[in-house]
């Protein structure tokens, strides 16, 4: 029996990178950056030869350097990284990198305070003859008191949930899309489908949290014809009605208890069955 090196990549985690332009009014990018490198790395493995490995040190140098001249969008700048990368390194054939942008709200010609409003996300990745990046947002907290019911489920010796036809429904969306090019502007796109993820979430009558993801997907792909395939994961944030008996007052609809804690996740992707295939852009 042979035992042989598998799949194997390795690059700099979480590169904290905060740019500051200096205009009449300062602007702030603020990002993190995960390379991630794949090739000929089978001397490193087996015989610890060095020769062929770009030092994770130089990798966080070269994230650095490369937002001297600018970052602009997220893709824009992951692109970059990912293609010098793989063109100029032999044993280099594969690059994937990670970035995540933190939202400031400014509060004046130069100070900011950090936002909600969910975290911008972009994945590069390029193995020298094809790119394919894939967006995002993470963490963007949403909820609808009410257009939201839940009822008709199977009931078994084991369940107490009690059917409802009117209850909070809160989800924090993570959701990641393809592209069908590189040709894009990015922030119009990122722009366009976040506002989608939200005018579906708020406008959907919702009788699943399953139901209200498709919408959602939908309404993305629906509102920009370059995304080829939207994934979502919507944790479900339970709000229960707080019982207020014990204390002689009922409670009309008004309190709840937000439980963190354990809660349903509800995930699925939609797409055009159309859509190029999606190569590594997954991975």
Known sequence: MAIVLGDNRYGKAEVRLVRVDRGAEHGITDLNVSVS????????HLTGANDKVLATDTQKNTVFAFARDGVGAIEDFGLRLARHFVDSQPSIHRARVRIERFTWTRLGPHSFAGAGGGTRTAVVTYDGEQAWVVSGIADLTVLNTTDSE????????????????????????????????????????????????????????????????????????????GIAEVRLSLPNKHHFL????????????????????????????????????????WD
């Open 150 to 225: 839940f009822w008709g489920y199977p009931r078994d010796p084991y369940t107490t949930l009690q059917e409802t036809k009117d209850r909070i429904l809160a989800t924090a969306v993570n959701a990641t899309w393809r592209h069908s090019t590189t040709e894009v502007d990015w922030d119009t796109s990122y722009d366009t489908a976040r506002q989608s993820l939200l005018d579906a979430f708020s406008g959907t009558y919702s009788y699943s949290l399953q139901q209200t993801l498709y919408a959602m997907g939908e309404r993305v792909l629906t509102n920009d014809p």
């Open 37 to 44: 490198l794949s090739g000929d790395m089978a001397d490193t």
């Open 242 to 281: 707080s019982d207020l008996t014990p204390f002689g007052m009922d409670n009309p609809g008004e309190v709840f208890y937000a439980a963190d804690r354990p809660y349903g996740l509800i995930e699925g992707t939609v797409l055009r069955d159309d859509a190029p295939p999606a190569g590594p852009a």
